[in-house]
């Protein structure tokens, strides 16, 4: 019984994907796989050692005023015995944690490096044609080594599905190394706490296959060069903000026109009040769209929130774009 739950739970476990984050890498699986062996042994000392206890306890209960219990000092045998035992099992973790450790910390050669810098609060991937982005982007099937600097304040990049941590720090590099082989998006967190918006210092790593990845990277870099109008309005296209406004006539999509909207002093929202359309209206609509909500289009704005996912250079593109729109 106890060895079937055992067995079905080390089946749950190394499968992990309904219990852990999906496993992303090789590297995610041999993590998984040690710890559940540490929750098994775990739950089998436990088993031991309280149902021994409780046990014990029944079998050797006082049963009247003159039973006297065998005077017993100590086993020899016994002692040596749960010495070396769980001395074996820790030399064994120890052994096997060392290996997974060992792999993640050596840093293959030929790998695609990728500079990411942490800064409050956001992380930006840094390529070597001088592509930056917010998100990190990698081809798949491929050794990735990411070196990590802080601007600030310590920060922590962490991909839980890579099973991945690794502080960055302000005045040195860091670095980590993983072979996604799993097409997909994954989570990227800070795991130190680096101020008031630490929860929200969030991105994303995506991993596409080795094709898209050269043409986004040749898409980005052709972007980044451009003058600030026209970034605006390459990111107004790969941002899908074109497929909610539209930027040639009044008329309405999802969202109002942009069309004409830089200056506009008589944007009317909807509690009543009017507002201009300057460039912090337009910065504040980009990011926090649900702060001044346009007439008509409420209660909840169908727009999200673009805060933490365009860098700076990309906002003020944008508004350059929208202020060209007459
Ligand atoms: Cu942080």
Not at 3 to 25: E, R, Y
Not at 246 to 257: E, F, L, M, Q, T
Request: charged share 20%.
């Amino acid at each position: 019984m106890l060895l079937w739950i055992l067995q079905k739970l080390t089946v749950v476990m190394a499968q992990a994907d309904s219990f852990m984050p999906t496993q992303g890498t090789e590297i995610a699986k041999s993590v998984d796989n040690l710890y559940a062996f540490l929750l098994v042994i775990s739950l089998v000392s436990c088993v031991i050692v309280i149902g021994g206890m409780i046990y014990f306890a029944i079998k050797y209960k006082r049963k009247s005023a003159n039973d006297v219990t065998a005077y017993i000092t100590h086993d020899t045998r016994l002692e040596i015995l749960w010495s070396v035992i769980p001395l074996i099992l820790f030399l064994f973790v120890f052994a096997w944690g060392w290996v997974i450790y060992h792999d993640m910390r050596t840093m293959p050669k030929d790998a695609l490096e990728i500079h990411v810098t942490g800064k409050q609060w956001a992380w930006t991937a840094e390529y070597k044609n001088g592509v930056k982005s917010t998100e990190v982007v990698v081809p798949v099937g491929r050794d990735v080594r990411l070196i990590l600097a802080a601007e600030d304040v310590l920060h922590s990049f962490y991909v839980p599905s890579f099973r991945l941590k690794q502080d960055a720090v302000p005045g040195r590099y860091t670095n980590l190394w993983f072979h996604a082989d799993k097409l997909g998006d994954f989570h990227v967190f800070c795991a130190e706490y680096c101020g008031t918006q630490h929860s929200g210092m969030i991105t994303k790593l995506r991993v596409v296959t080795q094709e898209e990845f050269d043409q986004w990277l040749t898409t980005e870099s052709e972007v980044s060069t451009l003058p600030m109008a026209q970034r605006g309005a390459k990111i107004f296209q790969t941002r899908a903000c074109a497929s909610c406004h539209s930027v040639d006539s009044p008329a309405v999509k999802v969202g109002p026109s942009v069309y004409k909207l830089f200056g506009d002093t008589n944007v009317e929202l909807l509690d009543g009040t009017k507002v201009t359309a300057d460039e912090n209206y337009i910065r504040e609509s980009i990011l926090n769209s649900q702060a001044k909500i346009v007439k008509g289009f409420g209660p909840r704005s169908a727009m999200p929130a673009f805060q933490g996912q365009l860098s700076e250079v990309e906002v003020t593109a944008l508004i350059e774009y929208i202020k060209g729109l007459k």
